[in-house]
T-cell receptor, first 112, second 111 residues
């Protein structure tokens, strides 16, 4: 069974640009969550999607957005990038909250 | 944002020793999860706990869901070099799919 796949693995962007990250969940998993991981703040929840609907949202500015497609694949977008957006962005999928979340390997975003 | 208080921040132990780490919170959680993260990879789920007082094992790992629902601990017995990594606790509150994470415990095992 394939795991959670995130693309790309690494990305370098310039301040002010926008970026789109992709996540393919485990087959059959309908819930997809996104987290930002930085050395200073640790793992912070961005948002969670289920059946193409955003169910939960973390405390991030509106520059961070996401969506989920009918096949459960999800994308997150960050507009007007800032240096502080440099982080490891992790996607996790779950078929049920009772079974925990399976994380992908993440996308390492560097903003210069 | 909200975070769990995880301790210790780091541990340096000899191979074969037992390890214990814990997470506490001022809030109640309905689910406690323990993850391990290796460099350059995403966290991997080790143990999931769903009931207060629950004690669950996974090989050399044992975790417990605190009776007050505000804490959890993870024990690793007879540590080996491949146990090296960062261990995170995570909690989920009722009515939310959001996981709140601790800041992690970095484990170093000396052969």
């Amino acid at each position: 069974k394939a795991g959670v796949t995130q693309t790309p693995r690494y990305l370098i962007k310039t301040r002010g640009q926008q970026v789109t990250l992709s996540c393919s969940p485990i087959s059959g998993h309908r819930s997809v969550s996104w987290y930002q991981q930085t050395p200073g703040q640790g793992l912070q929840f961005l948002f969670e999607y289920f059946s193409e609907t955003q169910r939960n949202k973390g405390n991030f500015p509106g520059r961070f957005s996401g969506r989920q497609f009918s096949n459960s694949r999800s994308e997150m977008n960050v507009s007007t990038l800032e240096l502080g957006d440099s982080a490891l962005y992790l996607c996790a999928s779950s078929s049920s909250v009772s079974y925990g979340y399976t994380f992908g390997s993440g996308t390492r975003l560097t903003v210069v | 944002g909200q975070q769990l208080n995880q301790s210790p921040q780091s541990m340096f132990i000899q191979e074969g020793e037992d390890v214990s780490m814990n997470c506490t919170s001022s809030s109640i959680f309905n689910t406690w999860l323990w993850y391990k993260q290796d460099p350059g990879e995403g966290p991997v789920l080790l143990i999931a706990l769903y009931k207060a007082g629950e004690l669950t094992s996974n090989g050399r790992l044992t975790a417990q869901f605190g009776i007050t629902r505000k804490d959890s601990f993870l024990n690793i017995s007879a540590s080996i070099p491949s146990d090296v990594g960062i261990y995170f606790c995570a909690g989920r509150q009722g009515g939310s799919e959001k996981l709140v994470f601790g800041k992690g415990t970095k484990l170093t095992v000396n052969p």
